[in-house]
């Protein structure tokens, strides 16, 4: 990175070391600030890799010419930069680590591409960290957790992070572990991308390896749990002595993984299932996966235990050879012979005695044979070798000590075994003792656990298994009497009697530590509890003799952050938790003392989301509301029950999923309190409960632009009887033009425009969350003097004038009745036949070209009701209309006498119909034919409209005619028949 100092301004106050890393086109190197002395990586990323790749792709033709390749690669370093945008932005929560800064420099010396420099400040990676330490069991799972929130972070952004792998995880110092590299992907390219060649590792899923797969959604789980599987593995896996970096290809084949070798049951099931072979097999998610090892955590003990395979125990020392093994057989048959000889005696054996091993089972430290005949403090009188008392003669219960047998020197030491029984004796005899039974048996079994007092029981081993003094010896019978064969059984209980007063003073001795340790040393914890905690606090109450000043109570979080509690009058309270955190509250005691009883116990914080805001609007019908909420915080429930009710009446519930939901069916002008929880029962805190005002729904009906200037316009809409408190009218454009203004009546102006632009009005009433809405579009015309002529019966007579440049052609929208028409004029002008009579009509006034027509909403007009026919000799009064089931195909009146009249029909059914004329005129003027068909409602359902001359129309004075279709909905209907929009007849049917 010779040519670093180059780029400024981002490396002007920086000096740079050597590079450290350097491959795929990436090189790292340290840097630190000349001001501050702050230590911080420059990584280099040069795009493309070589310029060996640019003469590739432009012999290949994947690039036209070299302008090409450099705008190729443009697009490759912006989407680099919007990954680094991407990483800041993911750093504002929990997660991730920011670059410092960033800059992009074209490759000089004609060179195509471009170096894309980063700066960061020094970190420690979990790569680094993990090479020069051992990770432990707190660590690895705490390492899990945090990732797992990190990786869903990502996926709610919309990306999918590709890199992870320990040397891109760095551990802050708050003991977090986040992510700190480039390696995102969008969720909706993965169906159509390839995963990176520089992203795979031993880290990835084995199906990110092929080319022509589908990037799948679970490789980011995969390597969170091959990251574990390395920490509680000991590296990859199938690894072995000759092979410690593991088969990969076993790995990439499908061979199934074998449990990490560290990890129990329970850990490395969720770690096995993160790294499943088979997608659809793993845990569909990051959030499953940190779920998982949360409820791990809370369950099992997760300690600051180191991962690895448990420390050997140091091996026992070899016994020193108290004999070799040539004659190691006869010595033994030697001493079985001498015990089978031995008159037994009736002497009493001691306990000691038949508590003591056989010489075969010997400690190691027992002297021999030889040492025991010939003691180094003085030469002894040789003794017979048959009158030399074996071990067993002296230890077994079968076979006393023989009175033959002489004094020992009294510069000869005991046994080492027989010490060493001697200690286990005592403690027995302590725990046997009456008066412990009377005090406490549950205090010697706590003592004998206790690592204070086995150290006092150590020390009383240790002085039992020393060498007796001379002295306890200087009265035995001095030597020159020796030859006067003192008493056998005098000289063989001389040495247990003074063990005997040994044991005595031992036994005191170690009934002075007791007594000292029972009363003065450990204090009791008579009760510790916690009283009250939430998520941010906890109080916990504890009651013992010890002074109060003396006691000290810490509360410490999984990653090792410890706040000291305040005591006063025996409750210690901890403030500054966190939420959905494991806590540890310890207690212990200054001085020369120790607690005992309960002195810890754990706290979890609860599990809490804020509400940040909460609001409702009316919704889309009348009684309804619309709620919306927004939540603070990643952990949300899969639902949550929002809750409703008037004054004070009961609440009901309602489940939402998502941050919004819609009631329905409220009484309009009742004011109701709205209250949201989570439905896991976990509390809330923030905006939680709020009170609303049913509604009926109010919109701005007839929103049109009346005015048009050079540079705006004016909007006027239809309000409600009762007047909106407040209107919100909303403008904006694509060209970025947005502006809201506020109203309290029903007209807004806009200046400012640039009216070559098309613009979307939306129009809101207070409180309201349906709105109006209307496109004011480039180039819009003017439509001026709308005037509407129902007076001729079964027309409507529609004409106008225009301003400005556009004449024509218009598209008139002609809505009745729930029906919408459409017609087409050059002119200014239209002829609406047949209308209905009695009848709204609307009318919508445009341009075809699609531009607006200002002026050209909200006419309206009401036809009136049809007169009776009279004209060409009939009266509509004199005449007679019959309904009957038409036949098949094509009829006339020679069929009539085949069909009888009848008013009762099926759906399956065709209805024809006659209408007499006799009497009539003739003339050949065109006459309008208008057949309706009503429902119950007096809804037109069915019509049909035809002109024909008066003559032509009749067949021997009878008109003839057929619905085109019949109702299928059973009921009530209505046949009206209209000439020249004046009404014929009308006949009721009923349809079955």
Not at 38 to 62: C, H, N
Not at 186 to 212: G, I, N, W
Not at 792 to 820: A, D, F, H, M, R
Request: with cysteine.
């Amino acid at each position: 990175m010779s040519d670093a100092h180059t780029v400024s301004p981002l490396l002007d106050e920086f000096s740079l070391g050597k590079p450290f890393s350097s491959h795929n086109g990436i090189t790292c190197c340290p840097a630190i600030h000349n001001v501050t002395k702050e230590k911080y990586i420059l990584k280099r990323i040069s795009i493309p890799e070589s310029q060996d790749q640019v003469e590739a792709m432009l012999f290949t033709g994947a690039c036209q010419d070299r302008p090409a390749a450099q705008v190729y690669y443009e697009e490759s370093v912006h989407a680099l930069e919007n990954e680094i945008a991407l990483l800041q932005a993911l750093s504002k929560s929990r997660g991730f680590l920011p670059f410092t800064s960033f800059q992009t420099v074209a490759k000089e010396n004609e060179e195509i591409g471009f170096d894309l420099y980063l700066l960061a400040p020094y970190r420690t990676t979990l790569g680094a960290y993990c090479r020069k330490n051992t990770m432990t069991h707190l660590g690895a799972v705490n390492l899990g957790i945090d990732l797992a929130a990190a990786l869903s972070q990502s996926r709610r952004a919309g990306f999918l992070y590709l890199n992870l792998r320990p040397e891109n995880i760095c551990i802050t110092e708050g003991r977090r572990f986040r992510l700190g590299d480039l390696g995102f992907m969008p969720l909706d390219d993965l169906a159509y991308a390839t995963f990176p060649q520089k992203y795979r590792s031993v880290f990835t899923a084995p199906e990110l390896f092929d080319d022509f797969s589908e990037i799948s959604t679970t490789g980011d789980v995969y390597s969170l749990g091959m990251v574990l599987y390395h920490i509680y593995n000991g590296g990859p896996p199938f690894h072995t002595e000759e092979n410690p970096q593991g088969s990969e290809q076993s790995r990439l084949s499908g061979q199934e993984l074998p449990p990490p070798a560290y990890a129990d049951s329970e850990l490395a099931a969720i770690i096995l299932k993160a790294t499943a072979f088979h997608p659809t097999q793993r845990w569909q998610s990051p959030d499953e996966m940190g779920q998982a090892l949360i409820a791990y955590m809370q369950k099992n003990p997760v300690n600051e235990s180191v991962i690895g395979p448990p420390e050997p125990e140091p091996p026992a020392p070899e016994p020193e050879p108290d004999e070799t093994p040539e004659d190691a057989p006869e010595q033994q048959e030697d001493r079985e012979e001498s015990v089978l000889e031995e008159p037994a005696s009736q002497d009493p054996v001691s306990p000691r005695q038949e508590e003591a091993p056989q010489p075969s089972e010997a400690s190691p430290e027992e002297p021999s044979e030889e040492a025991r005949e010939t003691p180094p403090q003085a030469p002894q009188p040789e003794a017979p070798p048959q009158q030399v008392p074996s071990q067993e003669e002296t230890q077994s219960p079968e076979q006393p000590p023989s009175q033959e047998v002489p004094d020992k020197a009294p510069e000869e030491t005991a046994s080492p075994a027989a010490e060493e029984l001697l200690s286990k004796e005592l403690v027995q005899q302590i725990k046997e003792a009456p008066q412990a039974e009377s005090a406490s048996d549950d205090l010697f079994i706590s003592l004998e656990n206790d690592p204070e007092m086995s150290e006092i029981l150590s020390r009383a081993d240790s002085i039992l298994n020393a060498k007796d003094p001379d002295p306890v010896y200087e009265d035995a019978e001095p030597e020159e009497e020796a030859p006067k064969a003192p008493s056998k059984f005098k000289s063989a209980w001389k040495k247990p009697l003074a063990w005997i007063g040994g044991v005595c003073v031992v036994l005191a001795l170690v009934m002075s530590c007791i007594f000292f340790y029972r009363n003065f040393y450990c204090i009791p914890v008579e009760k510790m509890e916690i009283i009250t905690g939430n998520q941010d606090a906890v109080a916990v109450a504890i009651s013992t003799p010890a002074e109060e000043g003396s006691l000290k109570l810490n509360c410490q979080d999984t990653y090792g952050n410890v706040i000291v509690g305040t005591l006063q009058d025996g409750i210690a309270s901890f403030v500054g938790l966190k939420p959905n955190t494991q806590y540890t509250i310890t207690a212990s005691v200054d001085g020369f003392h120790k607690l005992t009883g309960t002195t810890k116990l754990t706290y979890t914080t609860p599990n809490v989301t804020e509400i940040v805001s909460f609001t409702a609007v009316t919704g889309s019908e009348d009684g309804s509301v619309l709620v919306n909420f927004t939540v603070s915080g990643s952990n949300e429930p899969e639902s949550w029950n929002l809750m409703y009710a008037i004054g004070e009446d009961a609440f009901q519930s309602q489940t939402v999923t998502g941050h919004s939901a819609l009631l329905t069916g409220l009484t309009p002008g009742e004011t109701y309190t709205l209250r949201l929880e989570r439905s896991d029962g976990v509390p809330l805190t923030g905006s939680t409960s709020i009170t609303h005002t049913v509604s009926n729904v109010i919109t701005a009906q007839k929103l049109q632009v009346t005015e048009r200037t050079e540079n705006g316009f004016t909007l006027s809409w239809d309000g409600p009887e009762t007047p909106v408190e407040q209107w919100t009218v909303h403008c904006s454009s694509d060209a970025g033009f947005d502006s809201t203004v506020t109203v309290n009546d029903t007209t807004a102006t806009f200046t400012g425009l640039d009216l070559d632009t098309d613009y979307h009005i939306d129009v809101t009433a207070k409180g309201m969350s349906v709105s109006s809405h209307l496109t004011v579009t480039a180039g819009s015309a003017a439509v001026k003097d709308v005037k509407l002529d129902a007076g001729t019966p079964g027309k409507i007579l529609l004409t106008w004038t225009s301003e400005g440049s556009y004449t024509g052609p218009w598209i008139v929208q002609c809505t009745y009745n729930g029906v919408t028409d459409s017609f087409e004029t050059q002119e200014p002008g239209l002829t609406v036949n047949p209308a209905l009579p009695g009848t709204d009509y609307t009318f919508l006034i445009q341009t075809a070209d699609g531009s607006t027509a200002v002026g050209g909403e909200g006419h309206s007009v009401t036809t009136a009701a049809a007169p009776a026919f009279d004209g060409f000799g009939l009266k509509g009064e004199e005449m007679s209309v019959a309904t009957f089931p038409a036949p098949q195909g094509e009829w006339g009146v020679e069929d009539l006498n085949s069909l009888p009249s009848k008013t009762d029909f099926t759906t399956g059914e065709t209805i024809g119909f006659l209408v007499n004329g006799q009497g009539r005129d003739k003339s050949d003027e065109t006459v309008d034919i208008l057949v309706l068909l009503r429902d119950a409602n007096q809804a037109v359902v069915s019509r049909t409209f035809h002109t024909s001359p008066w003559n032509d129309m009749w067949n021997q004075n009878l008109y003839l005619g057929q619905l085109p279709e019949t109702p299928q909905a059973a009921g009530n209907y209505t046949l009206e028949i209209y000439f020249n929009g004046a009404l014929v007849r009308s006949q009721a049917i009923t349809i079955a």
